[in-house]
């Protein structure tokens, strides 16, 4: 009965040639991730300031329809409505987007980076 309780433990061999290939890896990767740094300090800032940006975008399309003495929801209307809006606005979840991106293969690289050390 004690024997069908214990639990087996599975040990892995690593050789040296893995070891080897790991330790390369993570030097690549750790000589990676300073570089990137400063694309990801950006792509934070874009991802911070969008819902910013994205007022802006549409005070600044709405400005013309309130000096023209609309109301603040007639003019929000037709300022969505304008190709242009829709065009700025699509310019910045491109750039959303492309911020996205580059955070996600940055954690991707510093999850390599951790699991690369642990096998070590």
């Known amino acids: 009965m004690k024997e069908a309780s214990e639990k087996k433990i599975h040990t892995v061999k690593i ?6 290939q790991v330790t390369a890896r ?5 000589k990676s991730l300073p570089d ?6 950006q792509a934070l800032q874009v991802r ?12 600044y399309h709405m400005r013309g329809y309130i000096e023209a ?4 929801a007639k003019a929000e ?12 606005l699509n310019d910045l979840m491109k750039q959303l987007e492309a911020a996205e991106l580059v955070i ?8 390599s980076c951790g699991s690369r050390q642990m096998v070590l």
Do not use: C, W
């Open 15 to 20: 050789g040296r040639s893995d070891t080897e």
């Open 26 to 30: 993570l030097k690549s990767a750790s």
């Open 36 to 41: 990137i740094a400063p694309r990801v300090a």
């Open 48 to 59: 911070e300031f969008m819902p910013e940006r994205k007022n802006n975008l549409l005070a």
């Open 69 to 72: 003495d609309m109301s603040i």
């Open 77 to 88: 209307a037709l300022a969505r409505t304008r190709y242009e809006y829709i065009e700025d």
């Open 104 to 111: 996600h293969q940055y954690k991707a690289e510093q999850a």
